[in-house]
């Protein structure tokens, strides 16, 4: 799933995710993904499986929009793995 953000065209061929961290108000961005990844990502696909080469925190920026600091802040996770939380977190079941 996909934050509400801004797919950018770099010149070299990748692109630059831009959100705006809804818990700060910041800009949040990660830049230099591979194209074909994001277009992947955009259709659908789980971020971790596209980009399981990105930083915990960089995938968290391309789920959530947010940065890794505030969204852990405001939303503390009780485990590690991240294969589940995004769509815990931000499409909760209500458990
Ligand atoms: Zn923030």
């Known amino acids: ?41 955009q259709a659908g696909e789980f971020v971790q499986d596209v980009f399981p080469e990105l930083s915990a925190s960089e995938r968290e920026a391309l789920v959530s929009g947010s940065h890794a600091e505030c969204f852990g802040a405001a939303f503390p996770a009780d485990a590690d793995d991240d294969e589940e939380w995004t769509s815990t977190w931000l499409f909760g079941t209500g458990e």
């Open 1 to 41: 799933m996909a934050a509400q953000g801004t797919i950018t065209r770099n010149e070299d061929g990748t692109v630059r995710f831009t959100a705006t961290c809804m818990l700060c108000g910041q800009p949040c961005a990660v830049d230099r993904l591979d194209a074909e990844k994001a277009a992947r990502w």
